[in-house]
C-alpha cells in the first residue's frame, strides 16, 4: 500500500455547502473520489474537481441489500482507492461518530493500517437549533439534552421511559430519523403522562433551499400529520421550551 | 439604526481554525468588530483584518462582575456598532444554541431589530468524539447520549438519577464544563450504583495544539486526579462503550 493515500471521514454538516467546516471543504475540493451515502442536495459534491469520481454508497430506500453487504462494499473501495494512492473523501451527512457509524470504518481503516482521518461535522440536531433559532439549553430553564435515535424493538420504543422521565424535566429531547416514528412517539408519550401542550418542532431539509420548519404538539400530531407532508430528512424536538425565539 | 450593519452569532467550534464552518470563516475574515468570551488559543481571532477590533467579553475566573451586568455590556456593544453600520462577529465556543447563551442574544437582537444571522458551529462534545475516536452511538451498542452541563444545585448534582439510568442503558453522558465536578460526580454515580469500571474519557482543550485525551474509570477517579491535571476547558464523556477506537 502507498503511503500517498488518505482516507478522510468527513462529517459534512446538514446540507448547506457554506456548514462544511474548513478542513472538510479543503478536503473536498482536493478529493480524487467521494463516497457519499446521503442524497444531501447535490451542491457539496459539486464543490469537487470535474474528474473526481462520486460514488453513491448508501442506502436506497427498501433496497434488497443488507448492511453489511453494503458495508463490505465500502471497505472493498477504500482498500481498492487506497492501493490506487489516491485521495478519498468519506462523506457523512452531519458527523459521524452519532447516528452516523463511523466508528465502524474508522477500525476498519485501523485494521487494515489504511491512512485515515476524522473530521467533524454539525449534526444535524444543533444544526436544526441554530437555524430555526430554537434554544436547546437555556440558562434558569434546563441544563440538558437528549439525542435518540428514535428506536424501536419488538414493536416499542426504546428507553421511552428515559425519554419521559428528561422531558418531565424540562430539557428537550432530538429525536433524529424520526418522521416515521412521530405518530407513534407521541401517543406512547403522552399515554407515558406527557402534557398535550408539549411543544414539538418538525424540521425538514434543514440548511436546504427546501428546508421547512412545522411546529406542533403531542396531542396535535395526528392532525398536524394529515394536514402536513414533512419531508425527509427530518429532525424533531420536543420538549417544554423548544419554541422558535 | 443603518441597514448596512450585520451582527453575527457565531459558533466557532472546538478552537482550531480548520473546524470553522466556512461561513463562519468568512464572518471573522470580514468583521470589523469580534466580541469573543472564549479563551480559544489566539488562532481564530489571527484570521480577522487587522483593523478588526476585538472585545473580549467573556467571564474571568472568578471576577466580581454577575453575568447580568456582563450580559447587559454585550448588548450595548451590539446597540453602539450597530449604530455605527459595522460588521460585528458575536464569537462563541462550540456552538451558540447549546450551553453557550446564544439563545438571550437572539432574543435582544430581535427585540432591538437589529440585523443579525445565527451560524451553528461544532459543539465540543462532538468534536471530541470525533477527534479522540470516541463513539457516541454505535449501531448494536446504543441508540442515544446525554450532553449534560453538570450542576448542582443546593450541593447535589441534578438529574443524577436521570444521568445514572442513561449510563446504565449502556448509553454515554457528555458532561461540559465537568473538570472541577469529576471527582464528585464520580463517586455520586457510584454510590447510585455504575459500576467502578464503567470508563471515563477526561479530553482537554480540544482541538487545540496542546489537546490532550486522558482515561480513567468512575472508581479511578480520585487516583487519576491525584496523578495527573487535566486543563481546562474539559470535556468529560462516561460510558460503558466509551473507549478510544
Redesign the interface.
Known amino acids: 500500500m502507498g503511503i500517498s493515500h488518505l482516507i478522510s471521514i468527513v462529517?459534512a454538516?446538514p446540507g448547506?455547502?457554506?456548514?462544511?467546516?474548513?478542513?472538510a471543504?479543503?478536503r473536498l475540493i482536493e478529493a480524487d473520489v467521494i463516497l457519499y451515502d446521503a442524497l444531501m442536495g447535490g451542491e457539496i459534491l459539486e464543490l469537487a474537481k470535474p474528474e473526481a469520481i462520486k460514488l453513491y454508497v448508501g442506502k436506497i430506500y427498501n433496497d434488497w441489500q443488507n448492511?453489511e453487504e453494503r458495508q463490505n462494499s465500502i471497505y472493498s473501495l477504500f482498500l481498492h482507492w487506497a492501493g490506487q494512492n489516491k485521495k478519498v473523501v468519506r462523506l457523512k451527512t452531519g458527523?459521524?461518530?452519532?447516528?452516523g457509524?463511523?466508528?465502524?470504518e474508522?477500525?476498519f481503516c485501523?485494521e487494515n493500517s489504511l491512512n485515515y482521518e476524522?473530521?467533524?461535522?454539525?449534526?444535524a440536531g444543533?444544526?436544526s437549533?441554530?437555524?430555526f433559532?430554537?434554544?436547546?439549553?437555556?440558562?434558569g430553564k434546563n441544563?440538558?439534552?437528549?439525542?435518540?435515535?428514535g428506536?424501536r424493538e419488538n414493536g416499542k420504543f426504546?428507553?421511552l421511559e428515559?425519554i419521559t422521565?428528561?422531558l418531565k424535566?424540562g430539557s428537550p429531547v432530538v429525536i433524529y430519523m424520526g418522521l416515521n416514528k412521530l405518530s407513534d412517539m407521541a401517543k406512547a408519550l403522552s399515554r407515558a403522562g406527557i402534557e398535550n401542550t408539549i411543544p414539538i418542532q418538525v424540521l425538514s431539509k434543514i440548511s436546504q433551499s427546501d428546508e421547512k420548519g412545522y411546529e406542533t404538539t403531542i396531542g396535535g400530531v395526528a392532525e398536524f400529520l394529515q394536514q402536513n407532508s414533512p419531508e425527509t430528512p427530518s429532525i424533531i424536538i420536543i420538549g417544554k421550551h423548544v419554541v422558535r425565539?
Chains 1, 2 share one sequence.
Open positions: 462529517g454538516g448547506d455547502p457554506d456548514l462544511l467546516t474548513v478542513k471543504h479543503k448492511q458527523d459521524s461518530m452519532i447516528f457509524r463511523g466508528a465502524e474508522i477500525r485501523k476524522v473530521i467533524p461535522g454539525i449534526t444543533i444544526a437549533s441554530s437555524l433559532e430554537i434554544p436547546l439549553t437555556e440558562r441544563s440538558m439534552v437528549l439525542f435518540h435515535a428506536h426504546t428507553d428515559l422521565n428528561v424535566t425565539i
